[in-house]
């Protein structure tokens, strides 16, 4: 199986900074990687798609970029609403798998 | 409104069985690929199904492969995930979710709420 290791697994930072989440996948996936963000007690969110699609209605300081084995999720200027769980996942090959998340706190 | 709702979930015993269902609206139903996904409490997201869009493939994630069924009835918009043989590795949110675009190029664009399954005696 594809393991995704996402990095950092946690972060703290502040209503206006400029944050990057990475994600590593252990073999080649092209571009086939989504972002989700998810909240407590609520279900998934996709966020990007195909690495580097912003989903319709994401505000735009949410972007992703990579392709291979090396993405990132770049969210330009915290707001409040953002802080939340972040995962990727690839869908390169079965079982999808997703990386393990990180959590992104206010500091 | 395009939406999936999940529901079935509930109190189980070790070694006893539960079936899921994912309930869609708002959109072509027999178009689509569903898949399942759970949440350990505490815990990241998990992979444990599919089936496509007129029921004749499907895939198990290891850890479910034997002991978990999933189906579809498009007259009925539902897919149903069939759940035996339940242990505590099992006690999780259990997620639905709609698949877009065509393999590799998918995502998973709708899910649902979730519905709970605790295993417990």
């Known amino acids: 199986a594809i393991q995704l290791t996402q990095s950092p697994s946690s972060l703290s930072a502040s209503v206006g900074d400029r944050v990057t989440i990475t994600c590593r996948a252990s073999?080649?996936?092209?571009?086939?990687l989504a972002w989700y963000q998810q909240k407590p007690g609520k279900a998934p969110k996709l966020l990007i798609y195909d690495a580097s699609s912003l989903e319709s209605g994401v505000p735009s300081r949410f972007s992703g970029s990579g392709s291979g084995t090396d993405f990132t999720l770049t969210i330009s200027s915290l707001q409040p609403e953002d802080f939340a769980t972040y995962y990727c996942?690839?869908?390169?090959?079965?079982?999808?798998?997703f990386g393990q998340g990180t959590r992104l706190e206010v500091k | 409104e395009v939406q999936l709702v999940e529901s079935g979930g509930g109190l189980v015993q070790p070694g006893g069985s539960l079936r899921l269902s994912c309930a869609a609206s708002g959109f072509t139903f027999s178009y689509y690929a569903i898949h399942w996904v759970r949440q350990a409490p505490g815990k990241g997201l998990e992979y444990v199904s599919v089936i496509s869009s007129n029921g004749g493939s499907t895939y198990y994630a290891n850890s479910v492969k034997g002991r978990f069924t999933i189906s579809r009835d498009n007259s009925k918009n539902t897919v149903y995930l069939q759940m035996g043989s339940l242990g505590a590795e099992d006690m999780a949110v259990y997620y639905c979710?709609?698949?877009?675009?065509?393999?590799?190029?998918?995502?998973?664009?709708?899910w649902g709420q979730g519905t709970t399954v605790t295993v417990s005696s």
């Open positions: 996942q690839q869908f390169n090959g079965y079982p999808i798998t």
């Open positions: 073999q080649g996936i092209s571009s086939a």
């Open positions: 979710a709609r698949q877009r675009g065509i393999y590799p190029a998918i995502t998973f664009d709708i």
